[in-house]
């Protein structure tokens, strides 16, 4: 990781005014390929679902025992995570939302978990619009996602338990630093057993940003803000563009630092664009 960001940085320093464009490809560079989200196939969806159905219906799967309640519950998460990881289209959206009401008919006991399932690829996948989230933060101050507007955003769902949230620490200090004086915001909605301890394991691994506390409900552990946008596993992220539109979901590591990379360079050259037309 050390090293990795010790490259990209001298990347960063080569890569300012003095490197023209024509020296840079005539010596056989090329800058590396975005970070990009495939499309699903209409084949390739088919299969999903066609996995969904056999674990929802209790139809064992090769070298598993037939599903449970808990185990369709399971799918369907998995189902809806896997969804936000390519883009559909608006014909294959409806044939999902679809699918998913043939499939609370059949299982009504289900309820809760297709509605969660459909809310995601109705608001949460990638192209989608982000819902604004209305919070405390770890301080008690009030705040709002759409306060950012016009900023890239990286929103980490995480918990002071959660021993895979921890390893992200060292690249969402990165990106603080790196970009603090760029339109670039990384939040996060923290869960756990009390806002001080979320605040303590904060302080404990250097990350200086604003996060929602967001109290685990009813039992559950996970708060309001989570059960919105449906995450249940930590750590959960989505990068969110300046227009508010999410464009990357639980990318982590170094394609964290690809993807927050590529957005910010397009909300720069968006807001030079306009500063040109006034």
């Given at each position: 990781m050390?090293?990795?960001?010790?490259?990209?940085a001298?990347?960063?320093?080569?890569?300012?005014p003095?490197l023209?464009?024509?020296?840079?490809?005539?010596?056989?560079?090329?800058?590396s390929?975005d970070?990009a989200?495939?499309?699903?196939?209409?084949?390739?969806?088919?299969?999903?679902?066609?996995?969904l159905?056999?674990?929802?219906?209790?139809?064992p799967?090769?070298d598993?025992q037939?599903?449970?309640?808990?185990?369709?519950?399971?799918?369907?998460?998995?189902?809806?995570?896997?969804l936000?990881?390519?883009r559909?289209?608006?014909?294959?959206e409806?044939?999902?939302?679809?699918?998913?009401?043939?499939?609370l008919?059949?299982h009504?006991?289900?309820?809760?978990?297709?509605?969660?399932?459909?809310?995601?690829?109705e608001?949460?996948?990638?192209?989608?619009?982000?819902?604004?989230?209305?919070g405390?933060?770890l301080?008690?101050q009030?705040f709002?996602l759409?306060?950012y507007?016009?900023?890239?955003?990286?929103?980490?769902?995480?918990a002071?338990?959660c021993?895979?949230?921890?390893?992200?620490a060292?690249?969402?200090?990165?990106?603080?630093?790196r970009?603090?004086?760029?339109p670039?915001?990384?939040?996060s909605?923290?869960t756990?057993?009390?806002r001080e301890?979320?605040?303590?394991?904060?302080?404990s691994?250097?990350l200086a940003?604003?996060?929602?506390?967001d109290?685990?409900?009813?039992g559950?552990?996970?708060?309001p803000?989570?059960?919105?946008w449906?995450?249940?596993?930590?750590?959960?992220?989505?990068?969110?563009?300046g227009?508010g539109?999410i464009?990357?979901?639980?990318?982590?590591?170094?394609?964290?630092?690809?993807?927050?990379?590529?957005?910010?360079?397009?909300q720069?050259a968006?807001?030079?664009?306009?500063?040109?037309?006034?």
């Open positions: 050390r090293q990795w960001i010790g490259v990209l001298a990347v960063c320093v080569l890569s300012g003095a023209r464009a024509q020296s840079y490809s005539a010596f056989g560079f090329a800058p390929a970070l989200v495939p499309a699903f196939t209409d084949e390739e969806l088919g299969g999903l679902l066609a996995t159905d056999r674990f929802v219906t209790g139809a799967l090769p598993r037939p599903s449970t309640r808990s185990a369709a519950t399971d799918a369907l998460w998995q189902f809806g995570r896997r936000q990881t390519g559909l289209s608006a014909s294959q409806g044939r999902v939302v679809a699918h998913l009401d043939r499939l008919n059949a009504p006991s289900l309820n809760a978990a297709i509605k969660g399932t459909r809310r995601v690829i608001q949460l996948t990638v192209g989608k619009p982000a819902p604004d989230i209305s405390i933060d301080a008690g009030p709002k759409s306060d507007r016009g900023k890239v955003v990286a929103l980490v769902f995480s002071e338990w021993a895979i949230c921890r390893t992200q060292p690249y969402e200090r990165f990106l603080i630093g970009y603090e004086r760029w670039f915001a990384l939040l909605v923290q756990g057993s009390s301890s979320a605040h303590a394991a904060s302080v691994d250097h940003h604003r996060s929602w506390w109290a685990p409900a009813n559950a552990d996970n708060g803000i989570a059960q919105a449906n995450v249940l596993g930590w750590p959960a992220s989505f990068l969110i563009d227009r539109i464009r990357f979901v639980n990318v982590r590591d170094e394609d964290l630092l690809k993807a927050v990379r590529q957005l910010v360079d397009e720069v968006l807001d030079d664009k306009a500063r040109r037309r006034k």
